[in-house]
Every structure is written in structure tokens, then in C-alpha cells.
């Protein structure tokens, strides 16, 4: 055994899995799916009855967290089905580049600039708009199945 110490710094996870397994007959409204490989958030669920041979099915209507898109499933109810994890993370901003990405503060007084800007117009607006007339703002980025993106905007005062 050698004396030397080895630092490791490696971008790689624990080996968490990015989705959960949950039957799909208690996956409610409001609730989390994965549909054709995306994260999606549950719009409408309607439960068919059992036919003469087989299953009760759900059928899932839901939204695509990142980019809005409507995706439709049916599965059987007592199947199981991929639930992504979801997570919320605020952040404050702190500079916004010329090439369209934000420079963000983290918790541990890191910075996080990997960040692209919002493609929703309206809130491309309001990070823009805040940013400019100098507030301070704290934005929600909400990370999912590896990806994450900016979902909200909070205004936290003027910077002095």
C-alpha cells in the first residue's frame, strides 16, 4: 500500500435510480409518470373496469415537465409503472452570461452555471426584467431523470 492520498472527483452518481416503480391503479392526479422515456405530470386519469378476460386499465393523460408536450398511456391497473424523481431546488441568481445561461448560488455558496435561460416567454421575461432592474431574485429549478430546468421565479427585494 502506497502512503499518498487519492482524491476522486468524479461526476458520477450513487448508482440512485432516476424513477421508481408504483402500480399504476394508485397513481392519482397531480402525481408523477413516466411516458415514452419522459417525466411527466398526471392531468387526467381514468380508470376502464375489468373486461370479461383481464385487467382494469388506467388511462394516463399527462404533461411533459420540461417542454410541455401532451403524452397519453394505458396501462394496466395492477401493472407497475416508472414514477421519476422529482425534485425542487432554489437558487439565487446572481448573473445572466450573453450566451443565454444563468449564474446561480447554491446552498453551500457554490456556483452553478449550467443553467440555460427559460424558453417560456413569460418567464424568460420576468428573470430578464428582475435581473435588470437589479432585484433579487430566487429561481426554482426542478430536476428530473437528469435534466433540470427553471420553473419559477421568486422576487426576495431589491439588492442594496
Do not use: W
Not at 393523460?61 to 409503472?81: M, Q, R, T, W, Y
Amino acid at each position: 500500500m502506497s502512503d499518498e492520498e487519492h482524491h476522486f472527483e468524479s461526476k458520477a452518481d450513487a448508482g440512485a435510480s432516476k424513477t421508481y416503480p408504483q402500480q399504476a391503479g394508485t397513481i392519482r392526479k397531480n402525481g408523477y409518470i413516466v411516458i415514452k422515456g419522459r417525466p411527466c405530470k398526471v392531468v387526467e386519469v381514468s380508470t376502464s373496469k375489468t373486461g370479461k378476460h383481464g385487467h382494469a386499465k388506467c388511462h394516463f393523460v399527462a404533461i411533459d415537465i420540461f417542454n410541455g408536450k401532451k403524452l397519453e398511456d394505458i396501462v394496466p391497473s395492477s401493472h407497475n409503472c416508472d414514477v421519476p424523481h422529482v425534485n425542487r431546488t432554489d437558487y439565487q441568481l446572481i448573473d445572466i452570461s450573453e450566451d443565454g445561461f444563468v449564474s446561480l448560488l447554491t446552498e453551500n455558496g457554490n456556483t452553478k452555471d449550467d443553467l440555460r435561460l427559460p424558453t417560456d416567454e413569460n418567464l424568460l421575461n420576468q428573470v430578464k426584467g428582475g435581473f435588470e432592474e437589479g432585484k433579487d431574485l430566487v429561481l426554482s429549478v426542478m430536476s428530473a431523470m437528469g435534466e433540470e430546468q427553471i420553473a419559477a421565479v421568486k422576487d426576495i427585494g431589491t439588492k442594496n
